[in-house]
């Protein structure tokens, strides 16, 4: 089983949908975990870190749930620009450094 | 704002021979990654480095070394190139948990 995993999609929504996304870990220890955004041919950018509580950015909001180990990203109103794929990330400490591991991605293509 | 900067943009290599990538940053972070991406497969960690001189082994090692003689710069070295390395390569560094992506460097093996 992969330690992260992400449904590849790609997921074509129309613009003003909202879409969400899931991600799942396999490693019950892992302490962070992230969404990064990556454009077509460009390197991927931090678009927020998830908290237990739950966060929210603009359009944007993450959640954990550690019991079913899975953390989801929600895209209200959905803008062309949102188009890009969407990486989870998930780490843990190691032998004292965090290992960090990448999700393949979900790639969202948002339709005029 | 932090800057990661790759050597090259674009590689062509032919297979045997030995590869420099070469990554550096400017804001003084202590760690820093070596990632190659593929279709499907995403990022995979080939190498990391939390200090000067210090490294270790990622999740995919094998046919790379790395080099890390200043704090601000990592080498990661092919040290004979075959076509199975052709991808994309991405340095970041991190000082907590965010890292910061260099722009990738595509290289192609033939």
């Known amino acids: 089983r992969k330690e992260v995993e992400q449904d590849p999609g790609p997921f074509n929504v129309p613009e003003g949908a909202t879409v969400a996304f899931n991600c799942t870990y396999s490693?019950?220890?892992?302490?962070?975990f992230f969404w990064y955004r990556q454009d077509c041919r460009k390197e991927p950018k931090l678009l927020m870190s998830?908290?237990?509580s739950g966060n929210e950015d603009g359009r944007f909001t993450a959640q954990l749930n550690r019991a079913s180990q899975y953390i989801s990203l929600l895209i209200r109103d959905s803008k062309l620009s949102d188009s890009a794929t969407y990486l989870c990330?998930?780490?843990?400490?190691?032998?004292?450094?965090?290992?960090?591991?990448f999700g393949t991605g979900t790639k969202l293509q948002v339709i005029p | 704002d932090v800057k990661v900067t790759q050597s090259s943009r674009y590689l062509v290599k032919r297979t045997g021979e030995k590869v420099f990538l070469e990554c550096v940053q400017d804001?003084?972070?202590?760690?820093m990654f070596w990632y190659r991406q593929d279709p499907g497969l995403g990022l995979r960690l080939i190498y990391f480095?939390?200090?000067?001189?210090?490294?270790e082994k990622g999740d995919i090692p094998e046919g790379y070394s790395v080099s890390r003689e200043k704090k601000e710069r990592f080498s990661l070295i092919l040290e004979s190139a075959s076509t199975n390395q052709t991808s994309m390569y991405l340095c970041?560094?991190?000082?907590?948990?965010?890292?910061?992506f260099g722009q990738g460097t595509r290289l192609t093996v033939v």
């Open positions: 804001m003084d972070h202590e760690n």
């Open positions: 480095s939390y200090d000067v001189k210090m490294k």
């Open positions: 490693n019950s220890a892992s302490q962070s």
């Open positions: 990330v998930v780490s843990h400490l190691n032998g004292g450094y965090q290992k960090v591991t």
């Open positions: 998830v908290y237990s």
């Open positions: 970041a560094s991190s000082l907590q948990l965010e890292a910061f």
